[in-house]
């Protein structure tokens, strides 16, 4: 992390600050969410035979990292229209600095969101059932997952560079790839032939790690190994588009 | 020898409002994200919920039975959150002194708001017309008559209505549409959760049940479902007419009222 990185990553902290649809997805969103699936959803969880609290944390955890990622994707966005990424490019500073500074803001943004949805789900019912060592990487998991989840989403911003395109794309990609994994739902409740690609799609492959780190009593190698694999994939993608756009778009 | 002077140009409120229809359905087909959230976002959340959710909330009685059950609620979820857009748009029309200009060319005063507010109807429409094609598809069924039929289509538009000028009220006042949409989204989003539309009353948990008996997403998507397979519509229609007319009746002339203020701020 350069000094650079951590100066854009404040100038994006405040405009975020200065934007109430940026504190209502970070914050309330997720927490309306987590209490409305809760609340409409738990009863015929409970009877299906599923502790639906202990469910739920790591499905919103990841949708409240998509609503980051997609802010983010957009953020970038409007630093290729709006002439800052051509701006900083004149200036000493590090070619990449903007890419992480936004980066490291958006992480911060995601441990926001964790740090609101820990507590509230504790309140409803919630329990690490793993030891301290597992919790602390259930919460590491998160902030990984959100690290690779905006990388991608920033190169797409910076590649697509409309700010409406963008805004498409992210609820096309979001809709499905949530709602077709088994961050809410398990994947047996699934029509048999939509099984296969909701139990292997990296959202629910990550759902599945986080999930084992909370639990107790199951084995973390396998779920760890698979998304990590998966996380490591997609941040060599991220990467590799982010560079590309950076390039061209300053 | 005469000259022939053309008659001044006169405000017809019919065809003022028509065109401004036109403009508004423009608007709304030329930016990505209220098309998304009229024709997507319903669709989507049919075919995902459904697919997630379907045999959980129905157990022992297939996909088929949820698209039924769920299929009124996902509708009513596309009506609610798109006019958020109608919303949105209102409030950046009026800070770029659209609406201002209008005021000094020969145009009905009625008509902006009118338009905004027929065009708002026929994105509806289309909305619940599309959903229930994609319904159909999976298995929706009416089972009732053409009347009720009809009334299935309808009501929506009904209790949009009132939405719509809740909607007006706030976009009229609002300092940016960002805020506006931010804050009416987590409501709308409250009232299609706490209710009726994706499990029935008994699975809710204690405390929700009476906001969801109340709830007007809870009697229009209870009504839309005796409108398409029968059963007693008194309290569900009565309801919703109720909490339509109540909404226009409060925030209809509250809409006017601070559209005029803002209009003749020009800001």
Same mark, same amino acid.
């Given at each position: 992390m350069s000094l650079d990185s951590t100066v854009l990553a404040g100038r994006h902290l405040r405009l975020m600050s200065r934007r109430p649809a940026s504190i209502m997805g970070a914050v309330i969103l997720p927490l309306l969410f987590a209490l409305l699936f809760f609340t409409v959803f738990g009863k015929v969880m409970d009877r299906a035979g599923i502790d639906y609290i202990f469910y739920l944390l790591p499905a919103i955890i990841i949708q409240a990292t998509f609503f980051t990622a997609m802010s983010s994707a957009q953020l970038a966005a409007e630093d290729v229209t709006g002439g800052t990424l051509r701006r900083l490019r004149v200036m000493p500073i590090r070619r990449t600095a903007p890419v992480f500074g936004l980066l490291w803001a958006e992480v911060t943004r995601a441990a926001l969101s964790i740090g609101a949805l820990v507590p509230a789900s504790v309140a409803l019912g919630f329990r690490f059932r793993g030891g301290l060592l597992a919790s602390a990487g259930f919460i590491l998991a998160s902030l990984a997952f959100a690290a690779v989840l905006c990388t991608c989403f920033i190169a797409m911003g910076l590649t697509l560079r409309r700010v409406e395109a963008v805004q498409g794309a992210s609820n096309l990609i979001y809709f499905p790839a949530l709602l077709l994994s088994? &961050? =809410? &739902?398990? @994947?047996? @409740? =699934?029509p048999s032939w939509l099984r296969p690609v909701v139990e292997h799609q990296p959202v629910s492959r990550v759902a599945d790690a986080i999930r084992a780190l909370a639990d107790?009593?199951?084995?973390?190698t396998r779920p760890l190994l698979i998304a990590t694999t998966w996380l490591a994939g997609l941040l060599v993608v991220g990467l590799g588009f982010a560079t590309r756009a950076i390039g061209r778009a300053a | 020898m005469t000259i022939a002077v053309p008659p001044p140009a006169r405000a017809s409120l019919l065809h003022d409002t028509m065109v401004m229809t036109g403009r508004t359905l423009l608007v709304t087909l030329r930016y990505p994200t209220a098309l998304f959230i009229a024709v997507v976002f319903p669709v989507l959340l049919l075919l995902l919920m459904t697919a997630s959710f379907g045999t959980i909330v129905l157990? *022992?009685? *297939?996909?088929r039975a949820f698209v039924n059950f769920g299929l009124p609620l996902f509708a009513v979820m596309g009506v609610l959150f798109s006019t958020l857009g109608t919303g949105a748009t209102t409030t950046i029309d009026l800070q770029a002194g659209f609406d201002t200009r209008l005021r000094t060319m020969p145009v009905s005063a009625a008509a902006p708001l009118l338009g905004r507010i027929a065009a708002d109807s026929l994105r509806n429409l289309m909305t619940l017309v599309l959903v229930v094609a994609v319904g159909i598809v999976m298995g929706f069924r009416f089972n009732t008559g053409p009347a009720s039929i009809i009334g299935f289509f309808v009501l929506p538009l009904v209790f949009a209505l009132g939405v719509v000028s809740l909607v007006l009220a706030a976009a009229v006042r609002a300092t940016s549409a960002e805020s506006l949409t931010s804050g009416l989204n987590a409501g709308f989003l409250l009232i299609s959760f706490l209710s $009726? /539309?994706?499990?029935?009353?008994?699975?809710?948990p204690g405390w929700a049940q009476p906001i969801a008996r109340g709830n007007p997403v809870s009697l229009l998507a209870e009504a839309m479902r005796v409108l398409a397979? /029968? /059963?007693?519509? $008194?309290r569900p229609l009565l309801g919703t007419l109720a909490w339509a007319v109540g909404l226009i009746a409060v925030f209809g002339p509250l809409a006017v009222a601070g559209y005029r203020k803002r209009r003749a701020a020009r800001q």
């Open positions: 088994n &961050a =809410f &739902a398990p @994947a047996w @409740a =699934f107790t009593d199951v084995g973390l | 157990p *022992g009685q *297939g996909y $009726t /539309g994706m499990v029935s009353l008994a699975d809710l397979h /029968g /059963g007693p519509l $008194t």
